[in-house]
């Protein structure tokens, strides 16, 4: 009879920033931002927060417009949060 409790059969889950296609964390290539640029981490050795995505020539492709997109969404949370407190009286 089989542990009930048992993780063994687990196999964790990704999304692809591109795509937003569901896939086991396997398939997909893991990599993390910098500002210089985006990193890929193909031993999962670095601990940083990570982004997904799949390794066919579309993903990749649409990396850069995500990364744009992305460090839009940060520079823009952070300046709301920064200066968004002080207008307010």
């Known amino acids: 009879m089989p542990n009930q409790n048992s ?3 687990h196999v ?3 999304t692809c920033v591109v795509c937003r296609a569901k896939r086991e964390a396997g398939e997909l290539l893991s990599f993390f931002v910098l500002p210089q640029g985006i990193v890929f981490d193909p031993q999962r ?3 940083r927060r990570k982004f997904y995505v799949c390794p066919g020539p579309e993903c990749l492709r649409g990396l850069d ?3 744009r997109n ?5 520079f823009n949370l952070r300046s709301e ?4 407190s002080a ?3």
Request: charged share 40%; net charge positive; aromatic share 8%.
């Open 7 to 9: 993780h063994a059969k």
């Open 12 to 14: 964790p889950e990704r």
């Open 45 to 47: 050795r670095v601990q």
């Open 65 to 67: 417009k995500w990364r």
């Open 70 to 74: 992305h460090l839009k969404r940060r």
């Open 81 to 84: 949060a920064i200066f968004g």
């Open 87 to 89: 207008g307010k009286q």
